[in-house]
């Protein structure tokens, strides 16, 4: 009679950690969002239904008033000029740093880690710093047109700011760098060989840039423009450096009514809008960025 060897049951894994203790990690970033973001933007959105009292001062209540100032033509002027200057220099960023990114991504590693440090560099500067070192060089004293006087292509030194102009250049600057490092994994992930195809088949490197490298890179432009628009639209110091007052953003204008006009209700009501706003926009992006189809996938 033979014996029957009966294999021993496997062991059961051990079940995952469950409770409390399980969830710390998830938690803590959604406890700090709650303290530092959802805690404040429910007093701001309560503060915005107060009613203002002469003297600076407000009351708690339940109106629509300072929502029913969104139609006066101040804040209409105002926030058609911060959506006209801000789509602009959104433009402009990704104009210039889709083709900037994609020479860079072709050059060896060590020129490339080179200029992503010196693009970081400028990141570690803030607004203030920019916003005055853009309006020293755009003076008439210590600006750029003491030097095109000096190469003779002027006559005189002018001074370039506070202007339009100044405060597009101001925003493009500060929002350059974003575009850069937002376009940099998409354009570095890109396979070389599409363009050496296109080339094949008898395009120019100009036209397969244009026929093949932007439309696989059109939802990470449409994401960087949304991103570089918000955040341009939420600079506070570059419009009031390089700008006039008629060159006041949304931002200006929630400070202005906060601090100088003692408008708390009419601030906050503004405040909520702009952050509504930029949500909307992050949603946006977030949707494109899921749209967005894997290299290689059906």
Same mark, same amino acid.
């Given at each position: ?14 079940? *995952? ?7 710390? =990690? *998830? ?28 003297? +600076? ?38 104009? #210039? !740093?889709?083709?900037?990114? $994609?020479?860079? /991504? ?27 070192? $853009? ?43 974003? /575009? ?5 994994? #998409? ?9 050496? *195809? ?16 932007? =439309? ?6 449409? !994401?960087? #423009? ?18 006039? =007052? ?21 601030? #906050? ?13 992050? +949603? ?12 290689? +996938?059906?």
């Amino acid at each position: 009679m033979t014996a029957v060897a009966t294999a021993a049951p496997p062991a059961a894994a051990p079940s *995952a950690p469950r409770g409390l203790i399980a969830r710390l =990690p *998830a938690l803590w970033p959604a406890a700090m969002l709650g303290v530092f973001f959802l805690i404040p933007f429910v007093i701001m959105v309560a503060f915005s239904f107060y009613h203002r009292v002469e003297g +600076g001062l407000y009351e708690p209540a339940f109106e629509l008033d300072n929502y029913a100032r969104f139609w006066t033509p101040l804040f209409t002027r105002v926030l058609g000029f911060s959506l006209m200057i801000c789509g602009l220099a959104a433009v402009v960023c990704v104009t #210039a !740093a889709v083709p900037f990114t $994609w020479f860079l /991504s072709r050059t060896r590693r060590p020129a490339q880690v080179a200029w992503l440090v010196v693009i970081l560099s400028i990141l570690s500067l803030s607004e203030v710093i920019m916003g005055f070192a $853009w309006s020293i060089l755009l003076s008439r004293s210590a600006g750029i047109s003491n030097l095109l006087v000096t190469l003779g292509i002027l006559s005189t030194p002018d001074a370039w700011t506070p202007s339009f102009g100044a405060l597009l250049m101001g925003l493009c600057f500060i929002g350059f760098p974003y /575009s850069v490092l937002m376009l940099y994994p #998409a354009v570095n992930r890109l396979d070389p060989e599409i363009t050496e *195809a296109a080339r094949t088949l008898g395009a120019s490197p100009l036209r397969g840039f244009f026929t093949v490298v932007l =439309p696989s890179l059109r939802q990470a432009i449409l !994401a960087t #423009a949304i991103l570089v628009f918000v955040f341009t639209l939420g600079c506070y110091v570059l419009p009031q450096v390089l700008g006039k =007052p008629e060159h006041w953003t949304l931002s200006v204008l929630i400070t202005d009514q906060a601090i100088y006009q003692s408008n708390i209700p009419f601030a #906050a009501a503004l405040a909520v809008f702009l952050v509504l706003v930029s949500l909307a926009l992050i +949603g946006l992006t977030l949707l494109l960025g899921q749209g967005r189809k894997p290299a290689g +996938g059906r």
